[in-house]
């Protein structure tokens, strides 16, 4: 795999970067709304960097001012590694199987690449936080010196870090089910912004940045925030140690572009799997599969195995699961260990869990109509939303009991665990009951591509359904809220507090089958109307 005659290293990169620019600039073109939108985020993200810059530069000759700026340096590679994953089209460039078909060696193209991917407003905001850091931190002319060599240093390993997942995971990345890791973005954001919520209180209680100081004593040899940290190490004296912090960081920049020259080596010389004839073996009874032997036989046991592989394989499904599995832990936990919670908000997970009863149908999209022609009476009705409900119970029951345990272990508060999860039990089997009917009654369809959850026009549908049977599953719930409020407040009330697990328990599991019941004959009436409300999508 020779270069073409006349074609060098040095040549190939001026060129690279140049398509990127042209590749940045016809982009702009496209129409008015795009450059505006460019324009806005240059200039925010811009903004943003000069107001981080000041406050890093102030830090200046402050006792904390190490621990902020390495954990800063930490979080930028952290964010520089993950981005490609959930926005793979964000930059045209980051493909290099576009690229495979040039006959070009792999190491003038890491070369060319890099300093291609140097071009943009994410290296231009990594550069003003790194050159804040590095000011903060240097005093003398040598810790200057080190500072210049740090910062390059660093804004270098960012970018190849992010080039090298890129490459690793290009194939998975320019498919279908790989762009659609990005509607999982939305839960690292939430969840992100729970930790940041989290550590700036723990800070505030904690007595302020002292609390940064035993992780940033780590991080400061993790490249590439070993690099910042060398510019402290050089400022004090410890010229050794700035010295090794920096090999460290040059050592992980050199991993990377080997690493990142080797994935793109086997890009430009091994075939696409996809290319390559599937060797796939006949078609299998469900039964001899290792999921299907442990579920029930008979259409209860295909239904749920269908729901469970949609909530594995379809990335919308997946999506919603794992952001409600993810703020189902996060709320009620991360309030007990702010010292704020309540064993009661155990009682989230279920809650949030129990919404993916809702629009059961529209989930399926236009591939329901494969499920209507299955339907023929009422009992066919029954025994699929009964198979569709045991799926998810299957998840729901153990989860809601394990955020519950760890929620009241966190909070000593091992005598509410009974009742915490006879009311979460109750609650899920009135949000199971109230979801079912609501599937029947506002069925809406889940387009498939982008970020939207309800189709155009079906808005309306989505809120009478989630948000009118949230409050119903309330209600439904309030004989077994009054009950556990009634012996809390009563004189001997505490001794008999055991009995809301298995009477809510109970309660639940007979709500469930009572909503079961009268969303089947439902269902069964109004297929044509649910078949052509979920397949608008």
């Excluded at 997942?165 to 320019?174: D, E, G, H, T």
């Excluded at 328990?505 to 439902?522: D, I, K, N, S």
Aim: glycine share 10%; hydrophobic share 55%; proline share 5%.
């Amino acid at each position: 795999m020779s270069a073409a005659p006349g074609v060098t290293a040095a040549s190939v990169t001026p060129v690279v970067v140049r398509l990127k620019l042209s590749l940045l600039r016809n982009g702009l073109r496209q129409s008015g709304g795009r450059r505006a939108a460019y324009v806005v985020s240059v200039v925010l993200a811009l903004l943003f960097a000069a107001l981080q810059l000041i406050g890093l530069i102030a830090l200046r000759g402050n006792a904390h001012a190490l621990a902020v700026c390495v954990l800063l340096v930490a979080v930028l590679a952290l964010g520089w590694a993950v981005m490609p994953l959930f926005f793979p089209s964000g930059d045209e460039t980051l493909d290099p199987t576009r690229l495979v078909m040039l006959p070009l060696r792999p190491q003038p193209l890491v070369r060319a690449l890099l300093a291609a991917s140097l071009v943009g407003v994410g290296p231009l905001f990594t550069l003003c936080l790194l050159t804040g850091s590095a000011v903060s931190l240097a005093h003398g002319p040598a810790a200057w010196a080190t500072a210049v060599l740090a910062v390059v240093l660093a804004l270098l390993v960012c970018v190849a870090l992010a080039r090298a997942v890129a490459a690793a995971n290009i194939r998975l990345l320019s498919s279908r089910k790989g762009r659609d890791l990005a509607v999982l973005s939305g839960l690292v954001v939430a969840v992100g912004a729970q930790l940041v919520n989290f550590g700036a209180q723990r800070l505030g209680s904690s007595g302020g940045l002292s609390a940064l100081d035993p992780a940033a004593d780590v991080l400061r040899w993790v490249p590439p925030a070993s690099a910042i940290g060398a510019v402290d190490s050089v400022s004090g004296g410890s010229y050794a140690t700035g010295i090794a912090q920096l090999a460290l960081s040059g050592a992980a920049l050199a991993g990377l572009l080997a690493l990142w020259s080797r994935h793109l080596t086997r890009l430009m010389t091994a075939p696409d799997g996809s290319t390559l004839q599937a060797a796939e073996p006949a078609a299998q009874e469900r039964g001899g599969s290792g999921l299907g032997r442990l579920l029930p036989a008979g259409r209860t046991g295909t239904v749920m195995e269908r729901s469970l592989r949609y909530v594995w394989r379809d990335p919308k499904t997946k999506a919603a699961w794992v952001t409600s599995l993810a703020i189902g832990m996060i709320v009620p936990v991360f309030n007990a260990l702010q010292g704020t919670g309540s064993a009661y908000f155990a009682c989230f997970a279920a809650g949030m869990l129990g919404i993916q009863m809702y629009n059961q149908f529209g989930q399926d999209t236009s591939a329901f109509w494969i499920v209507a022609t299955t339907i023929s009476s009422t009992r066919d009705a029954y025994v699929e939303l009964r198979g569709r409900a045991l799926a998810l119970l299957l998840i729901t029951l153990p989860y809601a009991t394990l955020v519950s345990v760890v929620t009241t272990a966190l909070l000593g508060a091992w005598r509410q665990l009974p009742e915490v999860l006879g009311l979460s039990f109750a609650l899920l089997g009135a949000m199971l009951a109230t979801g079912a009917w609501s599937s029947a009654r506002f069925p809406y369809s889940i387009p498939q591509e982008g970020y939207k959850n309800v189709a155009p026009g079906q808005a309306g549908l989505a809120w009478i359904a989630i948000f009118g049977g949230m409050v119903s599953a309330a209600l439904l719930s309030a004989p077994v809220i009054a009950l556990t409020i009634w012996l809390n407040v009563s004189a001997d009330g505490d001794r008999w507090t055991w009995l809301l697990l298995p009477l809510g328990a109970g309660y639940g599991a007979l709500v469930t089958l009572l909503g079961l019941r009268l969303a089947a004959p439902r269902t069964a009436r109004r297929l044509p109307e649910i078949l052509a409300a979920v397949s608008k999508g």
